[in-house]
T-cell receptor, first 121, second 114 residues
Framework: AQKVTQAQTEISVVEKEDVTLDCVYE???????LFWYKQPPSGELVFLIR??????QNEISGRYSWNFQKSTSSFNFTITASQVVDSAVYFC??????????????????FGQGTRLTINP | KAGVTQTPRYLIKTRGQQVTLSCSPI?????VSWYQQTPGQGLQFLFE???????NKGNFPGRFSGRQFSNSRSEMNVSTLELGDSALYLC?????????????FGPGTRLLVL
C-alpha cells in the first residue's frame, strides 16, 4: 500500500539558516509522481513541485531545491537561506499510476503528516 | 486565471445537522477532488469527480457524499454531523484527474461541529 512519511513533525530555525525537510514514501508501483505543497496559516495548499518516478534529476528553483533518490525512496526538500515568509506547514504527497489504471484517470493523492517549519527572525 | 474557490469559508453547525460545501474549479478543469484535514488524521482523500461521475472514493462513511454539475462545480454534503467531522475541507481541481497531473487547491472550508 502507498504511504508517505514525514518524520519531522516540527522544525524551528533562525532566519538565513538552511533547512531540509525529509520525505520517505512507500509504493509497489513503478510509475508514480511525487509532490510538495506548502500550507500557510490561511489554509490553502500551494503547489511547489511535481516529480515523476523516472526523473531522478535534482531540481533547484531559487532558494528551493529537491533531492529525489529512488534507491532510498526519498524526496527531500531543502530551503537555502531561509526567510520568515517560509514559515508554513509543508506536505509531501504521492500519486500512483496503479490507482489511475484501476480507475481510469481517478487521481488520489496520499499525503504525509506534514512538517511545521518555523523561521525565527 | 482565477484559482479554485470554496464557499463558505467558515461554518459552525451542531451535531445531527447536515452541511453542504461548494467548490468551483479552475476554469477548464474537469476533475474535482475533496480532502478532509484534521489534526489527528492529517489530509485524507474523500472522493473525486469527473464529468459528473464519482470515480474514486476514500474510506469515509456514507454520510459523506458529493456531486458534480455539468459546469464542473462540485458540492459535498455531510449528513448527521458528528463532533469528529470538525475539520478543514479542501477542494482541488485538475484538467482530467490523471495520476500525473498537479492538483490545485482552494482555500478550504473550516467546519466546526458543536
Amino acid at each position: 500500500a502507498q504511504k508517505v512519511t514525514q518524520a519531522q513533525t516540527e522544525i524551528s530555525v533562525v532566519e538565513k539558516e538552511d533547512v531540509t525537510l525529509d520525505c520517505v514514501y512507500e509504493t509497489r508501483d513503478t510509475t508514480y509522481y511525487l509532490f510538495w505543497y506548502k500550507q500557510p496559516p490561511s489554509g490553502e495548499l500551494v503547489f511547489l513541485i511535481r516529480r515523476n518516478s523516472f526523473d531522478e534529476q535534482n531540481e533547484i528553483s531559487g532558494r528551493y531545491s529537491w533531492n529525489f533518490q529512488k534507491s532510498t525512496s526519498s524526496f527531500n526538500f531543502t530551503i537555502t537561506a531561509s526567510q520568515v515568509v517560509d514559515s508554513a506547514v509543508y506536505f509531501c504527497a504521492l500519486s500512483e499510476a496503479l490507482a489511475g489504471r484501476r480507475i481510469q484517470g481517478a487521481q488520489k493523492l496520499v499525503f504525509g503528516q506534514g512538517t511545521r517549519l518555523t523561521i525565527n527572525p | 486565471k482565477a484559482g479554485v474557490t470554496q464557499t463558505p469559508r467558515y461554518l459552525i453547525k451542531t451535531r445531527g445537522q447536515q452541511v453542504t460545501l461548494s467548490c468551483s474549479p479552475i476554469s477548464g478543469h474537469r476533475s474535482v477532488s475533496w480532502y478532509q484535514q484534521t489534526p489527528g488524521q492529517g489530509l485524507q482523500f474523500l472522493f473525486e469527480y469527473f464529468s459528473e461521475t464519482q470515480r474514486n472514493k476514500g474510506n469515509f462513511p456514507g454520510r459523506f457524499s458529493g456531486r458534480q454539475f455539468s459546469n464542473s462545480r462540485s458540492e459535498m454534503n455531510v449528513s448527521t454531523l458528528e463532533l469528529g467531522d470538525s475539520a478543514l475541507y479542501l477542494c482541488a481541481s485538475s484538467w482530467a484527474g490523471g495520476y500525473q497531473e498537479t492538483q490545485y487547491f482552494g482555500p478550504g472550508t473550516r467546519l466546526l461541529v458543536l
